[in-house]
T-cell receptor
Framework: QKEVEQDPGPLSVPEGAIVSLNCTYS??????FMWYRQYSRKGPELLMY????GNKEDGRFTAQVDKSSKYISLFIRDSQPSDSATYLC????????????FGQGTILTVHP | ETGVTQSPTHLIKTRGQQVTLRCSSQ?????VSWYQQALGQGPQFIFQ???????GRGNFPPRFSGLQFPNYSSELNVNALELDDSALYLC?????????????FGPGTRLLVL
């Protein structure tokens, strides 16, 4: 079993939709949770990070962490075609402090 | 502020050869991490360097080695290349003013081993 599981999709939504991206993880020591966006043939771009459980909002993006169920989510409101990319979740903490463990990534397409 | 840069952008090698990839960290960042990303997969942690010392290593064999220089730039060396080493190699840096987990990635070096 991978430490971070993520549905690879692909996920296709119309412009303006609310997108929900999800990951589960197995390592109870994880304290930091990150979401990255990766455009084709580019490096990952840090979107948001959260520490421990809770919500964090940044513009159209909201990250949620539920440590009791080991579930992390990213919501994108008013999705735009420019949001079309691969979204990667990652966790870190405990003995893997400073090391990011990534999910497989979810391919998102927002069509006009 | 200059972001993370990597060179070369693309590289083709044959099995058994050796390769050196280079990374310049973002200004003010003193920690550099290297990741391998196979096609269709998430990045996998190779190792991290802090103050020129290896500061953690993932499940990669010893033929993957690295260096960090006093200016915080870094190299990844891979010896005895295998076909499965074909991947995008990513370098990420993090600032001493924030958690090491907030890592900023470069564009990557795409390595093809034939």
């Amino acid at each position: 079993q991978k430490e971070v599981e993520q549905d690879p999709g692909p996920l296709s939504v119309p412009e303006g939709a609310i997108v929900s991206l999800n990951c589960t993880y197995s390592n109870s020591a994880f304290q930091y949770f990150m979401w990255y966006r990766q455009y084709s043939r580019k490096g990952p771009e840090l979107l948001m990070y959260t520490y421990s459980s809770g919500n964090k909002e940044d513009g159209r993006f909201t990250a949620q962490v539920d440590k009791s169920s080991k579930y992390i989510s990213l919501f994108i409101r008013d999705s735009q075609p420019s949001d079309s990319a691969t979204y990667l979740c990652a966790g870190s903490g405990g003995t893997s402090y400073g090391k990011l463990t990534f999910g497989q990534g979810t391919i998102l397409t927002v069509h006009p | 502020e200059t972001g993370v840069t990597q060179s070369p952008t693309h590289l083709i090698k044959t099995r058994g050869q050796q390769v050196t990839l280079r990374c310049s960290s973002q200004s003010g960042h003193n920690t550099v991490s290297w990741y391998q990303q196979a096609l269709g997969q998430g990045p996998q942690f190779i190792f991290q360097y802090y103050r020129e010392e290896e500061n953690g290593r993932g499940n990669f064999p010893p033929r993957f080695s690295g260096l960090q220089f006093p200016n915080y730039s870094s190299e990844l060396n891979v010896n005895a290349l295998e076909l499965d080493d074909s991947a995008l190699y990513l370098c990420a840096s993090s600032s001493p003013r924030g958690p090491q987990e907030t890592q900023y990635f470069g564009p990557g070096t795409r390595l093809l081993v034939l």
